[in-house]
């Protein structure tokens, strides 16, 4: 589930969602407590770098091809690409100040 700052990716999508600018894309699944803890963060993350960052979510569950791409295997799994490009990759629940560092470094 996204909200409306937030691209939802899938299988069919989610090279195309990747390929341009800064994305950072959290793996989830519905069913994973610290991946709904992990929500408002994201979310909160999303409307501070609007115009100069994009945040996406893929549901591990609706989109094997993707997780298993980039071998995710715990969730939540946050991966930040650039033009495409894997650049940083952080499993678990962190924090808003974590990953605001995380996307500036590569702004």
């Keep these: 589930?996204?909200?409306?700052i937030i691209k939802?990716?899938?299988?069919?999508?989610f090279e195309d969602g990747i390929s341009q600018g800064v994305v950072l894309v959290d793996f989830y699944a519905d069913w994973c407590g610290p991946c709904r803890m992990?929500?408002?963060i994201v979310e909160e993350l999303?409307?501070?770098?609007?115009?100069?960052a994009t945040v996406a979510k893929v549901d591990t569950d609706q989109s094997v091809n993707v997780a298993a791409k980039f071998e995710?295997?715990?969730?939540?799994t946050l991966i930040l690409f650039k033009d495409g490009q894997l650049v940083k990759r952080?499993?678990?629940?962190?924090?808003?100040?974590a990953l605001r560092k995380m996307v500036t470094e590569v702004l």
């Design 46 to 52: 999303a409307q501070e770098m609007a115009g100069k």
């Design 8 to 13: 939802q990716l899938s299988d069919d999508n």
């Design 38 to 40: 992990l929500t408002p």
């Design 90 to 97: 952080v499993v678990g629940l962190k924090d808003l100040d």
């Design 1 to 4: 589930m996204a909200s409306d």
């Design 72 to 76: 995710v295997t715990s969730i939540p």
